[in-house]
């Protein structure tokens, strides 16, 4: 199975601040790559696919890079709602394995 | 307005059964992969198993094979997962997600609660 590592595993940051967070595949996966929010007690969000496509009705603050193996997510201006939990996710191959998560918190 | 809602979770003996369902609704389900993805208390997400349009295809993560399937019903817009020999590692929230064509997961259900306990 292709393993997925997120970096960091916890984040603090303030509004306004530009973050990124790192996932990095065991193995190339081309750009079969998305990444996803979840806020507590509730499902995940779709953000980004194909690693760089922003989802219908997410705001363009938000932003993906990479291919192969190392990609990033950035958030340019933090605002308060981004403040979540951040995974990503490959397609490339069976099982399409997440990383462990990024949590976002308010500094 | 497209949407999923799972059901059938609740409180297991290790080593029962337990059948969730998700209804799905706004979207031509019959076009779609589907997917079932877990997270137990405190942890990460899990993906569970996919299913292909017509049911001809379907995978699964290793510690469930043998054990779980997924199944549908295109006739009513409805997503199965069977979980037979239920162990404790199993307790989680369960999620149907719709699979777009390229496989990444663009709509969730809110989740279905399962625990394994005695």
């Known amino acids: 199975a292709i393993r997925m590592t997120q970096s960091p595993s916890s984040l603090s940051a303030s509004t306004g601040d530009r973050v990124t967070i790192t996932c990095r595949a065991s193995q190339g996966i081309s750009s079969y790559l998305a990444w996803y929010q979840q806020k507590p007690g509730k499902a995940p969000k779709l953000l980004i696919y194909a690693a760089s496509t922003l989802q219908s009705g997410v705001p363009s603050r938000f932003s993906g890079s990479g291919s192969g193996t190392d990609f990033t997510l950035t958030i340019s201006c933090l605002q308060s709602e981004d403040f979540a939990t951040y995974y990503c996710?490959?397609?490339?191959?069976?099982?399409?394995?997440f990383g462990q998560g990024t949590k976002l918190e308010i500094k | 307005e497209v949407q999923l809602v799972e059901s059938g979770g609740g409180l297991v003996q290790p080593g029962g059964s337990l059948r969730l369902s998700c209804a799905a609704s706004?979207?031509?389900?019959?076009?779609?992969?589907m997917s079932w993805v877990r997270q137990a208390p405190g942890k990460g997400l899990e993906w569970v198993a996919n299913?292909?349009?017509?049911?001809?295809?379907?995978y699964y993560v290793d510690s469930v094979k043998g054990r779980f399937t997924i199944s549908r019903d295109n006739a009513k817009n409805s997503l199965y997962l069977q979980m037979n020999s239920l162990r404790a590692e199993d307790t989680a929230v369960y999620y149907c997600a719709r699979v777009e064509f390229l496989d990444y997961m663009d709509v969730w259900g809110k989740g279905t609660t399962v625990t394994v306990s005695s």
């Open positions: 706004g979207f031509t389900f019959s076009s779609y992969w």
């Open positions: 996710q490959q397609y490339y191959s069976y099982p399409h394995t």
């Open positions: 299913i292909k349009q017509d049911g001809s295809e379907k």
